[in-house]
C-alpha cells in the first residue's frame, strides 16, 4: 500500500544514497527525493585520490548505483540543486528553484568541504583541491602524461595518496608539510615516520617543518609556492590538502545543535526528533567508545546512512560501528580500525614483520585495544575489530606472539 509518508535527504553522497536504498529495501513506501547539489549521482570518493585518478579505474566503477536505480526504485534524483534553508518549525526545506518541499522526516547528509588556503596566490588558476569529482577529473587529466611539478601543500590521508599516484604516474612530486612527521596526528611518530620513508624511497620530495607563505604565479597561472625562508618550490600545479570542515551552515540556520558537525545520539537523531543526521557531517554518541566521534571516512557514510534510515522508518537503532578506512600507496596497503581519540597516549603494541611492512600495529590504552592497524596483511581486519569491541583487557605478550590466534584473546 502507498505511504503518505515524505523523506527527505539533502546530500546526494555515499551516505544519502545508502539511506535510500535501505528505506527501500526495509519497504519503505512513501515518497523519497534526494537532493544533490553536483550534476553527478551519488558517488563514492575514495578512488578520486587513488584508482580513478591514476587511470586505472574508469567512470562508472566510482558510482553508487546505475543510473537507472533511482527511477526504479522511484527515488526522486534531485540534482544541480542547493537547498537554501530548513523551516523545522514547518517541517519544509527550500531550494535555490524556489521550491518549499515538505518532509515527514528528514536527513542531512551534506558531507565536508576542504579547508580553505587563506594566503596570497590562494586564487591562481593551478591551485587545486580534491573533493569532488570534477576535481578528481582535472588533476587526472593534468598528471596522467607524467613530467608536470605537482608540489603539495599539507601532508593527510588525501594528500599522500595523491602524492603516491602522481608519482606512479612519473611526476615529480613535493609534500610541504608544516609538520615534522607527516600523520602523526593520526597515527603518532612511529608509523608517522614508516609512511615518510615509503614516500621518500619513491621519489617523493618530503619537505618538513615548512610554513608556506603565498603560492606565486606569472599571468594568472601558479608557479611556485613561497616560503617563510623566501625560497620558492617550482610547481606547474598546487594541490591544498589541509583537512576539511562539515557543512553545518543549513543545520545552524535551522536551530539544530552543532559542535564540530551535528550532534545526533546513537540513532543518528539531531536536536530536533524529525531530523537526522549522517555521514562526516554527524557528530555522533557511540555507545562502544563511550564518547562523540565524527568520521569522515567512506565506511562511516555507507553504514550510517543504513543506520539512520532505519532509525528515520522508527526502528530501534544504536549506531556502534567501529570506525574503519584503508589506503593504498605505493607498494603498501594498509586497513585501520578503532577510535581515534582513544589513541592519544596509547601504548603501540606490534605483531608481524615492522622492517618488511607486513605487520598489525595495536593501540592499547588502560589494557585494551582500543584501535588496530593492519598493513599488507589481510583478511584480518573483522578480528582485529573483534578484539577492539571485545574490550577485554590483553596480554601484551600474547598480542604481539604471531602464533597465538588473534580470536583467542
Known amino acids: 500500500m502507498p505511504d503518505s509518508k515524505s523523506f527527505i535527504i539533502v546530500g546526494a553522497g555515499l551516505a544519502?544514497?545508502?539511506?535510500?536504498?535501505?528505506l527501500r529495501e526495509e519497504g519503505f513506501a512513501g515518497r523519497i527525493r534526494l537532493i544533490g547539489a553536483e550534476a553527478h549521482r551519488p558517488y563514492i570518493r575514495p578512488p578520486l585520490s587513488k584508482d580513478y585518478l591514476s587511470g586505472t579505474a574508469d567512470r562508472d566503477s566510482v558510482f553508487v548505483d546505475p543510473e537507472g536505480w533511482y527511477p526504479e526504485n522511484h527515488v526522486e534524483l534531485l540534482l544541480d540543486t542547493s537547498v537554501t534553508g530548513i523551516d523545522a518549525s514547518g517541517r519544509l526545506i527550500h531550494t535555490g528553484r524556489g521550491d518549499a518541499l515538505p518532509y515527514s522526516a528528514l536527513l542531512i547528509a551534506t558531507g565536508s568541504s576542504p579547508r580553505q588556503l587563506s594566503i596570497p596566490?590562494?586564487?591562481?588558476?593551478?591551485?587545486?583541491?580534491?573533493?569532488t569529482l570534477d576535481d578528481s577529473d582535472a588533476?587526472?587529466?593534468?598528471?596522467?602524461?607524467?613530467?608536470k611539478r605537482l608540489v603539495l601543500i599539507g601532508s593527510g590521508w588525501i594528500g599522500m595518496e595523491v602524492a603516491a599516484t602522481a608519482r606512479t604516474l612519473g611526476n615529480d612530486v613535493t609534500i610541504l608539510e608544516r609538520g615534522a612527521i607527516p600523520l602523526a596526528n593520526a597515527l603518532g611518530d612511529e608509523l608517522g615516520r614508516m609512511f615518510a620513508e615509503l614516500h621518500e624511497e619513491n621519489g617523493v620530495i618530503l619537505r618538513r617543518s615548512m610554513i608556506v607563505e603565498s603560492i606565486v604565479g606569472r599571468d594568472g597561472h601558479a608557479t611556485g609556492v613561497a616560503l617563510s625562508d623566501g625560497e620558492v618550490v617550482a610547481a606547474d600545479l598546487v594541490l591544498v590538502g589541509i583537512g576539511a570542515e562539515p557543512n553545518v551552515e543549513l543545520a545552524q540556520a535551522a536551530g539544530l545543535t552543532v559542535d564540530d558537525g551535528i550532534l545526533v545520539d546513537a540513532s543518528l537523531r539531531t536536536s530536533d526528533p524529525a531530523i537526522f543526521a549522517a555521514g562526516d557531517i554527524a557528530n555522533a554518541y557511540h555507545p562502544v567508545a563511550k564518547l562523540r566521534l565524527r568520521s569522515e571516512h567512506w565506511a562511516n557514510a555507507l553504514n550510517g546512512g543504513q543506520a539512520a534510515a532505519k532509525s528515520m522508518l522508527g526502528q530501534e537503532v544504536s549506531y556502534d560501528d567501529i570506525p574503519y578506512f584503508y589506503t593504498d600507496q605505493f607498494d603498501l596497503g594498509m586497513e585501520y580500525s578503532g577510535f581515534g581519540p582513544l589513541t592519544r597516549d596509547a601504548e603501540i603494541?606490534?605483531?608481524g614483520d615492522r622492517v618488511g611492512r607486513e605487520f598489525i600495529a595495536f593501540w592499547v590504552a588502560d589494557g585494551r585495544v582500543v584501535a588496530g592497524m593492519n598493513v599488507n596483511t589481510w583478511d584480518v581486519n573483522e578480528v582485529v575489530q573483534g578484539v577492539i569491541r571485545r574490550g577485554n583487557q590483553v596480554d601484551r605478550g600474547r598480542l604481539a606472539d604471531e602464533t597465538v590466534p588473534l580470536e583467542s584473546l
Open 139 to 147: 588533476l587526472r587529466t593534468l598528471l596522467a602524461g607524467g613530467g
Open 349 to 351: 603494541v606490534y605483531r
Open 121 to 131: 596566490g590562494a586564487d591562481l588558476d593551478g591551485v587545486h583541491y580534491l573533493r
Open 16 to 22: 544519502g544514497a545508502s539511506a535510500a536504498k535501505t
